[in-house]
């Protein structure tokens, strides 16, 4: 079956960079676009990026210029470079396949942004 496993969430201080993880497993990974998807308590989960099956990338406007979406095909990775944070970066990241399926939602990675 298909899972994604998050990594690399943590507690940083505003300004700041991190760097996640997303390891998929279950599925042709080559042959999906791929997203980042950030979900605050009381809200519903938000898009942060995208990236197609040729590498093309999409930001949501608030991190456009700080955020990079890339991925390793042969690892079966997607990975979120996240640089000048600021603490409205707050949240659990997740990661899903284009478009996402409800089942698929993995655990996320927590991101603090606090000094």
């Known amino acids: 079956q298909v899972q994604f496993a998050e990594s690399g969430g943590g507690l940083v201080q505003p300004g700041g960079s991190l760097r996640l993880t997303c390891a998929a497993s279950?599925?042709?990974?080559?042959?999906?676009?791929m997203l980042w998807y950030r979900q605050v308590p009381e809200a519903a989960r938000e898009w942060i990026a995208t990236?197609?099956?040729?590498?093309?990338?999409k930001y949501r406007d608030t991190v456009k210029g700080r955020f990079t979406i890339s991925r390793d095909n042969a690892k079966k990775a997607v990975y979120l470079q996240m640089n000048s944070l600021k603490s409205e970066d707050t949240g659990v990241y997740y990661c899903?396949?284009?478009?996402?399926?409800?089942?698929?939602w993995g655990q996320g990675t927590q991101v603090t942004v606090s000094s």
């Open positions: 990236i197609t099956q040729d590498g093309r990338t």
């Open positions: 279950g599925m042709i990974f080559s042959g999906y676009d």
């Open positions: 899903n396949q284009s478009p996402p399926r409800y089942e698929y």
